[in-house]
C-alpha cells in the first residue's frame, strides 16, 4: 500500500507542480491568450497567482516531508489542502459547463483524499 501511496503521490506532485507553474507567473494577458485558461478571466489575477504558489506548495508538501522524515503531517495536510483547491476548481469548471475538466477534478480530488487519509492512518 505503501508504494501506490508513494506513486500516487508523485503523479500528483508532478501535475499540480506543472498547474502551479503555469499559474503562478501569469498575468492577465497570458491568461486572456490561453484559451485552456478560459475560466480564470473572471478573478483577479493575484488570486490566479495566489492558486498558483498553493498549488506548487501543495506538490512540494506532498513528497518532501516524507523524504526527509521531518513534519510529516504535512503531507496530509498538503493533501487535505490540494482537496480543497479541487473542489474550488469542480465549482468553477461546473458553473462554466466544462465537463471533462470537471471530471480531471473529481479524479484528482480523489486521489488527494486518498493519500490525505492513507497517509493521516500511517
Known amino acids: 500500500m505503501n508504494v501506490a501511496v508513494w506513486i500516487i503521490s508523485g503523479v500528483l506532485a508532478a501535475l499540480f507542480l ?11 494577458a497570458s491568461l486572456g491568450a490561453n484559451p485552456r485558461m478560459g475560466w480564470a478571466t473572471p478573478f483577479p489575477i493575484g488570486l ?8 506548487i506548495a501543495g506538490a512540494l508538501g506532498l513528497i518532501l516531508p516524507r523524504v526527509f522524515d521531518t513534519a510529516t503531517w504535512l503531507v496530509p495536510a498538503a493533501a487535505i489542502g ?21 471530471a480531471i477534478n473529481t479524479i484528482l ?3 488527494t483524499v486518498f493519500v490525505a487519509v492513507a497517509r493521516l492512518s500511517s
Do not use: D
Open 109 to 111: 480530488l480523489v486521489l
Open 82 to 102: 490540494l482537496a480543497a483547491t479541487m473542489l474550488g476548481a469542480i465549482v468553477t469548471h461546473g458553473r462554466r459547463s466544462e465537463y471533462p475538466n470537471v
Open 18 to 28: 506543472l498547474s502551479g507553474a503555469a499559474k503562478a507567473p501569469a498575468t492577465k
Open 48 to 55: 490566479i497567482k495566489f492558486i498558483g504558489v498553493a498549488e
